[in-house]
């Protein structure tokens, strides 16, 4: 059964950093592309950044230039680093297969305050 674990998230200021973890196992990692999603309270879960098998990236708009996304294969782990982080990034953090496979991990809260 595939497990997703997601973790690294926390209590951040505006402007601050995280780096979130995703250790993937049970499955083939990043066989095609997988991404980071998020979910805020009250909305709908969003892609936020996909990663191809080749390590190619893309990002949405709303994190282009302050989030990136890398993947260490030999430990099927996936990463997202999180600069200049603002109150809007609040949600719950989740990795998956791009599009998203029927499993969920738990996720990873982040919060950022002003």
């Known amino acids: 059964q595939v497990q997703l674990v997601e973790s690294g998230g926390g209590s951040v200021q505006s402007g601050g950093s995280l780096t979130l973890s995703c250790v993937v196992s049970g499955t083939i990692f990043n066989e095609y592309r997988m991404g980071w999603y998020r979910q805020a309270p009250g909305k709908q879960r969003e892609l936020l950044a996909t990663?191809?098998?080749?390590?190619?990236?893309n990002y949405a708009d709303s994190v282009k230039g302050r989030f990136t996304m890398s993947k260490d294969d030999n430990k099927n782990t996936l990463y997202l680093e999180m600069n200049d982080l603002k109150p809007e990034d609040t949600a719950d953090y989740f990795c998956?297969?791009?599009?998203?496979?029927?499993?969920w991990g738990q996720g990873t809260q982040v919060t950022v305050s002003d």
């Open positions: 990663i191809t098998k080749g390590g190619s990236t």
């Open positions: 998956n297969d791009a599009p998203p496979g029927e499993y």
